[in-house]
């Protein structure tokens, strides 16, 4: 069997920036064993798989290295710009997934992925998340599958240095922590910058995040009054996104580029 596999990064206008995905181009899926045996080999934090039905639309299903995600944004914007290379002519397009189904669309030179909103809710007190992250104090926060904590400053989120062990051990399963401040300093040209550390799902930091935004967007949304923002991820290699409330929909936007096209054995 011969798969066509492209590795893209997604959330950035040049290669070597934002977040790498596998994208991986199917018949039919094989079995879960396979599919995470492939995600294990490219080590990005996500692969995807993508199934063509019949009415246009396709099957979507996302792997981390060591687990089956149930939703995910920069793998799923760079399979919206695989297709687009590979001319699909069909948009808005739309994907079945984990999480219902999802649509990408074309916005001038971006990919605008509809994504459901998470907002997230009061949480109790949770020392050993803070301390795992290296921090002493900071506001918590519960979403359907992540963690939010949210600082003052954007340098108290780019200097983060967490204890990956310890946060491993905290019971996050597929979700992570996300860490969020107001742009400021650096970053005053972004409304909120982020960072999202999963070690639970083999994710130890990833670089630009597409679903955490499905939270940070209504927080930010009930916080200042705004619908529409500019996020910038704050990892070595960084991503930047654009984000609009739309009802109980969250609209996320961004780049994506092309490094590798080839095609897997098996």
């Given amino acids: 069997m011969s798969i066509p596999y492209y590795h893209v990064d997604s959330f950035t206008d040049e290669i070597f920036g934002g977040n790498p995905a596998g994208v991986c181009i199917l018949e039919a899926f094989p079995a879960d064993a396979v599919l ?3 995600a294990a080999e490219n080590r990005h934090s996500e692969t995807a798989f993508v199934v063509a039905r019949s009415d246009g639309s396709f099957d979507l299903r996302w792997f981390t290295p060591v687990v089956e995600d149930d939703l995910c944004g920069h793998a799923t914007l ?97 979700g992570g922590a996300i860490v969020t401040a107001p742009g400021d300093g650096d970053s005053s040209d972004v409304d909120y910058v982020c960072r999202l550390f999963a070690p639970s799902a083999g994710i130890n930091e990833d670089p630009a995040t597409g679903s955490i935004h499905c939270t940070l967007a209504p927080y930010w949304a009930e916080r200042t009054g705004k619908q529409a923002f500019q996020a910038r991820q704050l990892s070595a290699r960084g991503g930047r996104m654009q984000c609009r409330i739309a009802g109980d929909r969250v609209k996320i936007s961004g780049c994506a580029r092309l490094y590798l096209e080839g095609a897997i054995h098996l």
């Fill in 78 to 174: 760079a399979t919206a710009y695989i297709l687009w290379l590979r001319q699909h002519h069909d948009w808005p397009v739309c994907f079945h997934t984990r999480s219902g189904l999802l649509t990408v669309d074309r916005v001038d030179d971006l990919f605008e992925m509809d994504f459901p909103s998470r907002p997230p809710v009061r949480g109790e007190e949770w020392p050993e998340l803070l301390s795992a992250l290296g921090l002493e104090k900071g506001e918590i926060l519960r979403s359907v599958r992540d963690v939010l904590v949210v600082l003052d400053h954007t340098e108290q989120v780019q200097s983060l240095t967490p204890d990956f062990a310890a946060l491993a051990e905290l019971g996050l399963g597929i």
């Fill in 36 to 38: 995470k045996k492939i």
